[in-house]
């Protein structure tokens, strides 16, 4: 740390609400490559003192000059315009930073955001498409893209979006539930239900939310025997065995030749819960249509 610093600081313990002494801490951290610590000081000083404006900027250009290809200063002079609601100004002072480094993560971050909330969906596609040409891979961008996509009804290439988000954060319930959402939307029913059955926790919440969204994949295709198959499964694993016997029992009604997977799943009940009338019954009902006709006889004969 620089004398200069050192006396700043010194002074600023006395006179805290000094926008000349502000200022000059600002520079001084602007000289130390503490760029965050700058724009606050900076702040405080123009809100004392608005006049300080035009020489506050005039102090950042002559350190970008210094330093060119530091694209901490210009982030740092890019906050403090945004902060006075210079956004388009700060915008200008992002886009030369990309320039400068087009593999800037955090550059895009910022300038993505500012993008959407201004409501420019088609400059975020544009720009973190370019992120992405340039090999730049970072959670928030990707998720930033995927939502700019799902805003213009793009929604296989969101998928491929959260899909990679996904791929930073296995097991995210966020994406997998958006995921889910988004397969419904295109009509892909049994990857939407992949995705939901991966939600599954022993969170109660998450529980119920997912039996939610598995049921109303269903009313969508009511004969679908691939998302009955995964209810059964997430009832047994919610501890509802009588919804999982129903849901099995279902599936053989529309697929007997599902036969051969539906019995060993109606056992493994059995196994949790050896007294359980319906699923005993449903067992030995199925048996009977397989021939196993002495296994059958034994089910009944202990029912």
């Not at 019995?263 to 196994?271: E, R």
């Not at 009977?288 to 034994?298: L, T, Y």
Request: net charge negative; proline share 4%; glycine share 4%.
């Amino acid at each position: 740390m620089n004398e200069d610093l050192l006396q700043v600081k010194q002074i600023l313990r006395k006179s805290p609400d000094d926008p000349r002494i502000l200022r000059a801490a600002g520079r001084c951290y602007l000289s130390e490559g503490e760029y965050k610590r700058a724009r606050d000081y900076y702040l405080q000083a123009e809100a004392f003192a608005p006049d300080y404006l035009p020489g506050i900027i005039l102090e950042y250009e002559k350190a970008i000059n210094r330093n060119e290809k530091d694209i901490g200063i210009r982030l740092s002079l890019a906050s403090f315009k945004l902060s006075l609601g210079e956004t388009d100004a700060c915008v200008l002072e992002l886009e030369e930073a990309l320039e400068i480094d087009p593999k800037s993560v955090e550059v895009y971050n910022v300038l993505g955001r500012i993008y959407i909330k201004q409501e420019r969906i088609d400059e975020v596609i544009e720009l973190l498409e370019r992120s992405v040409a340039y090999g730049v891979r970072d959670v928030a961008l990707t998720e930033i893209l995927a939502n700019a996509y799902v805003e213009k009804g793009r929604l296989r290439e969101a998928i491929k979006f959260y899909e990679e988000l996904l791929s930073f954060q296995p097991g995210d319930k966020r994406t997998l539930r958006v995921l889910g959402e988004l397969y419904s939307r295109i009509e892909e029913y049994n990857r939407a239900a992949d995705f939901f059955q991966a939600m599954f926790s022993d969170d109660p919440e998450v529980a119920r939310e997912v039996i939610q969204q598995l049921q109303g994949l269903l009313k969508k295709v009511e004969g679908n025997i691939y998302i009955r198959e995964i209810l059964a499964n997430v009832y047994m694993r919610s501890l509802k065995p009588e919804a999982a016997v129903d849901k099995l029992s279902e599936v053989l009604r529309l697929d007997p030749a599902k036969l051969q997977e539906v019995i060993p799943k109606f056992k493994n009940i059995l196994k949790s819960y050896p007294d359980h009338p319906e699923a005993t019954l449903a067992m030995a009902a199925a048996l009977r249509i397989k021939g196993s006709f002495s296994e059958a006889v034994e089910a009944y004969y202990y029912l």
